[in-house]
């Protein structure tokens, strides 16, 4: 189990690696390109695009330092290892997302109402030319970090997706903002803003809600305590389940489960069972990364005890 838990760290690590070298070289290239078609082409909007994207390169070392550390293994201080500083990091990218979404936002705001949208210096080509290479290839960088992070279930990893998406809107809202400018209608470019700052907003508060769920010993959804339920009942020397408990802990799941067996067996044999269920458990969820099993007499079960399939 050691050697199994070390090889997918190990791939966790690579995986992550991989995708953030990929993201920062990608974000570097990208803001150059906007703040030289920002400067060149009169666009304000394109400058603070090249901003946006230039902060990208920031999340994704936050977020490669935040899965690095997580993927340590356990020691005398952190016996139950470090998988929770992953949901640090993602916490420290929802706030960045939020914070450069809210910048988005206010700046938007106030030029709508500021009466003075006409004044507004109206943009080059180039700088529409920019908006289109931005969101091509942040939209391409949100899919593939989107499917390393459900490959390998970072929720750090998913957050910087988010934030490649966020940054494809923003260019979205760049473009179209260039484009009204162009046929004369330079207020578009911070009515889409604000548009786009209520997108990045909720998908800051999902990454947050999510990284705080698996900070907080959540439990796994219903679906999942009822296939480990189903995994223990398949075991004929299982007559019941009084207790099943999950919580998760970082991108792992932890696993309490009081089964029921013949109270005439002896001490041995109540623990060949419960080897037996703590195996096929984690043979079937390879999430799962600590399981505490306890075996109750048949005979002498406890006043709270129900009918299955309880699972808290």
């Known amino acids: 189990m050691e050697k199994n838990d070390r090889t997918i760290r190990d791939d966790f690590q690579k995986a992550a690696n991989r995708v953030s070298v ?22 304000g909007a394109m400058i603070s695009d090249a901003l946006h994207s230039a902060s990208d390169v920031f999340s994704t070392i936050v977020v490669l330092i935040g899965i690095r550390l997580s993927a340590k293994e356990s020691d005398k201080e952190h016996p139950y290892g470090h998988e929770r500083l992953e949901c640090v990091a993602a916490i420290i990218l929802a706030m960045v997302l939020f914070i450069t979404g809210f910048g988005i936002g206010a700046e938007a705001f106030k030029n709508i109402f500021s009466g003075h949208s006409a004044d507004l210096r109206i943009p080059g080509v180039l700088a529409m030319a920019a908006a289109v290479i931005s969101i091509v ?65 909720k998908a800051a508060f999902d990454i947050f809600k999510d990284a705080v769920d698996k900070m907080v ?30 919580r998760i802990f970082g991108n792992k799941i932890y696993v309490d489960v009081e089964i029921q067996a013949d109270g005439s067996y002896t001490l041995q044999e109540a623990h060949n069972i419960a080897e037996s269920v703590h195996e096929k458990i984690e043979q079937n969820f390879p999430k799962v990364k600590h399981i505490m099993v306890h075996v109750n007499p048949k005979d002498e079960r406890h006043p709270q005890d129900v009918d299955p399939p309880l699972m808290k």
Not at 151 to 176: N, T, V
């Open 217 to 246: 010993d959540h439990s796994c959804d219903e679906e999942t305590e009822k296939r480990i339920y189903d995994c223990v009942m398949e075991n004929e020397n299982v007559l019941g389940i009084d207790l099943l408990q999950t």
């Open 22 to 43: 990929v993201t920062i070289a990608g974000n570097v290239v990208l803001s150059v390109i906007k703040l030289f078609a920002g400067i060149m082409a009169h666009s």
């Open 137 to 201: 290839s942040k939209e391409g960088m949100y899919w593939y970090t989107r499917y390393y992070a459900r490959k390998i279930d970072s929720g750090a990893l998913m957050a910087d997706a988010w934030h490649h998406r966020s940054d494809a809107f923003s260019s979205i809202g760049a473009l179209i903002g260039i484009g009204g400018a162009r046929l004369g209608y330079p207020i578009m470019d911070s009515v889409a803003s604000l548009v786009i700052f209520g997108f990045i907003a």
